[in-house]
């Protein structure tokens, strides 16, 4: 377990290297058009669920419309976000429920968001975070990969990642946290080849340290 020091050193480089902290996803302000979005995005770029979504809600513009969605026409719609079968299932069976039990509106708690087709405990936290600002920590592929190497967590479940995340980081970090992960994941710390040399966590990073004995 890092130590409370070391855990804020971390936090305050990557604050200095990733100033500004927020989801890549578009908001247009619509609530259910983000869920829609944040379905989407899985094992999908967020930059492609952008392009998709620019033009997906001229066509579909409300929870109704999704709901009413002929299935196979979805499915087409977003095709190029991958897994487009079940997305476009699980987004038109999503919206039936929303309409049916909850007025239209998003539900603010995690277990009735994790009810929701498509919406497993990633998107339901991002949910949280980002439209009802309840801290929770987002763990994707690169939160879990970043996080393991500067030894947050050793584990390759991202429930217990998160909970090893929640447990040494400040709550009101959580939400941030994630996305500069997301955000280190993507401009250095990648899976194949992390630019460790060039990374102002290298001292303070348990891998980076170990490739630096490497070289
Ligand atoms: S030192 Fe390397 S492994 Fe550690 S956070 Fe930076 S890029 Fe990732």
Request: glycine share 4%; net charge positive; with cysteine.
């Amino acid at each position: 377990m890092l130590s409370k020091a070391k855990v804020n050193i971390i936090l305050s480089i990557l604050e200095e290297m990733y100033p500004v902290a927020e989801c890549s996803l578009d908001f247009d302000g619509n609530d259910f058009h983000f869920l829609v979005r944040a379905i989407l995005s899985a094992q999908c770029t967020d930059k492609r669920v952008n392009e998709v979504t620019k033009t997906l809600f001229d066509k579909y513009p409300s929870v109704s419309s999704f709901a009413q969605a002929q299935q196979e026409a979805l499915a087409k719609d977003i095709k190029t976000c991958g897994l487009y079968n079940s997305k476009s299932r699980n987004i038109i069976k999503t919206s039936q429920i929303l309409e049916e039990m909850y007025d239209g509106q998003i539900p603010i708690e995690s277990e009735d968001l994790e009810s929701l087709p498509g919406v497993g405990r990633k998107v339901a936290n991002l949910i949280r975070g980002e439209l009802f600002s309840i801290p929770a920590v987002v763990v994707d592929t690169h939160c879990m990969r970043v996080a393991k190497r500067l030894d947050f967590a050793d584990s390759d479940q991202p429930l217990r990642v998160e909970k090893d995340l929640s447990s040494c980081v400040p709550k009101d970090k959580w939400i941030t946290l994630g996305h500069r992960f997301v955000a280190h994941g993507r401009a250095l710390c990648s899976a194949r080849s992390p630019k460790c040399n060039s990374c102002a966590l290298e001292e303070v990073c348990k891998y980076g340290r170990s490739q630096a004995r490497k070289r």
